[in-house]
């Protein structure tokens, strides 16, 4: 039974890696597989399906919400140029090409993940340091891991979102555990993207700046997740990188060529658009009066308990519960209306529909994406219904025993490397995760962690992304150069969180 159940994500892991099919195909494929060995093999009845498929219907509104509106964001900034200043004003700070790879490759590579995602830090970070004088390959390699330890709070909180939504906990549960792994997770990226940019003796010339970076990152990052603004952890982390970075690249300046002077007050408006969000997501979660009265519009439904022809009973529950106007995705979609009219008014958008082509661009972009996560939730949730998700666990329980907190990261890292991200692989894989924790006896909140970390690290070595990097960074056609060199630095970070996962067992 436990192959039978393994059937969806072997089909899954098949298509995209060896087959390379989308997220969208091979996840349509694991989700036909599932309701084929869930009806044939474990007893799922139609009442069992028709429930599993409207929670799945919930989970996904929940989940894509928070992705489109993510995306929505980006593109206001992206279409008034705003990135490009950003981009146009780290070069000033400094001349040294290891703390520009710091700065540029990992610190803004995370405050784009953290407002965008979606592989835009990659496309948007390897050209700029190929301009700046990088080689090809290190001008890919470099914002690929640099980002990857903000893809969990990154996106506004879109993968850890879903674990939430996948799972049935709740942020004061998950937040403290995932934020420390990534936190500290952060340390080695800065280290990976120093040896990146100039081997063993730039890790050695910048690891204070490294330290520095790191611990002020993952503590921000931290201090957001678990005070409840986890869906702008990644974005208050990197922001607090950047106003640290500045004095640091002053003491690594290097011989700083005369590039003109750096607009200040471009900068002040394109760092604007994205103030709005911070006072948004402030006073929607700490002013009560708000919270309550924005929170009282909820979409809701209760669903009876069923149960498989084999005896497996999945209780009744009341669902996933949907704040519409307090939601992460509603709060990105005032953001963004916001920000667009405070490019507008100071004329960044060029005359000529610019609000239909950053809809247009939108819709594009997270139109397949779509399609994969929908697929592969209504996978999970009826996976989890007809009591396979339950056989895998027991497997998993039985086969790894006391070695699993330190197999759980590289689950998570599988999900996203065989799905393209880790909103996916936690959709996937967390309530696996979550079961198999539970049969062994181990924190649940610690295993999602391990989960959730390994699944943001492994996310960056996933095909889609490395065609995405290669694409952009003058490296097509040589996407095997690219994932060799990755894997050897994701692997680290991996097995890192692997280490803080067995540690982590002891202490709990």
């Known amino acids: 039974m436990f192959l039978l159940a393994f059937t969806p994500i072997a089909i899954i892991l098949a298509l995209m890696v060896g087959l390379r099919w989308g997220a969208s195909r091979a996840g349509a494929a694991g989700y036909l597989s599932a309701l084929v060995v869930a009806v044939a093999f474990f007893g799922a009845g139609p009442d069992l399906l028709a429930v599993a498929h409207t929670k799945a219907l919930l989970l996904t509104i929940d989940v894509l919400f928070v992705i489109w509106m993510a995306f929505l ?26 703390m520009q790879a710091l ?27 190929g301009g700046i004088g990088f080689a090809p390959l290190s001008a890919v390699v470099i914002p690929s891991i640099g980002h990857s330890w903000a893809v969990t709070f990154g996106s506004l909180g879109s993968s850890f979102n879903a674990m939430m939504a996948a799972t049935g906990l709740d942020w004061p549960v998950l937040a403290s555990p995932s934020a420390l792994f990534l936190g500290i997770a952060g340390v080695g990226v800065g280290l990976m993207v120093a040896h990146a940019a100039g081997g063993w003796s730039a890790m050695r010339r910048l690891i204070v700046p490294v330290l520095v970076l790191g611990l002020v990152m993952g503590t921000a990052q931290y201090l957001a997740a678990t005070s409840g603004l986890w869906n702008i952890g990644a974005f208050l982390g990197s922001l607090a990188g950047l106003l640290v970075a500045y004095p640091l690249a002053r003491r690594y300046r290097g011989k700083v060529e005369d590039n003109g002077e750096l607009d200040l007050r471009s900068l002040g408006i394109a ?46 529950d009341s669902g996933r519960d949907i704040p519409i106007f307090r939601h992460a995705g509603a709060i990105l979609l005032y953001s963004s209306v916001l920000a667009y009219l405070i490019y507008k008014r100071a004329g960044w958008y060029a005359e000529g529909g610019a609000a239909k082509r950053i809809v247009s661009g939108t819709v594009r972009r997270v139109m397949s994406s779509s399609v994969g996560i929908a ?20 497997g998993l329980a039985e086969g790894v025993g006391a070695a699993f907190p330190a197999v759980s990261p590289w689950i998570g890292a599988l999900g996203a490397f065989m799905t393209g991200s880790n909103t996916n692989s936690n959709v996937v894989f967390a309530a696996l995760q979550q079961r198999t924790a539970e049969l062994l006896g181990y924190s649940v909140a610690l295993i999602l962690a391990a989960q959730t970390s390994g699944g943001a690290l492994g996310s960056v070595i996933a095909p889609t992304k490395i065609v995405v990097g290669a694409s952009t960074g003058g490296m097509a056609g040589r996407e095997g150069e690219v994932m060799r060199k990755m894997l050897v630095y994701t692997g680290l970070l991996i097995l890192l969180v692997s280490v803080l996962s067995i540690f982590g067992t002891f202490l709990i």
């Open 375 to 394: 697929s592969m939730v209504a996978m999970a949730v009826v996976m989890q219904h007809a009591g396979m998700t339950e056989t895998l666990a027991r």
């Open 271 to 316: 760092i604007s658009g994205y103030a709005v969000l911070i006072a948004i997501t402030l006073g929607i979660q700490l002013i009560p009066g708000v919270r309550n009265t924005l929170g009282g519009v909820k979409l809701s439904l209760n669903f009876p308990a069923v149960e498989t022809t084999l005896g497996y009973t999945t209780a009744a």
């Open 73 to 98: 964001l980006f593109r206001v900034a992206d279409e008034s140029g705003a990135i490009k200043v950003f981009a146009q004003a780290l070069p000033h700070l400094t001349a040294d090409k290891g």
């Open 103 to 129: 700065i540029i490759g990992w610190v803004f590579a995370s405050f784009i993940q953290g407002v965008g995602g979606f592989g835009v830090p990659i496309a948007v970070i390897a050209p700029i340091m």
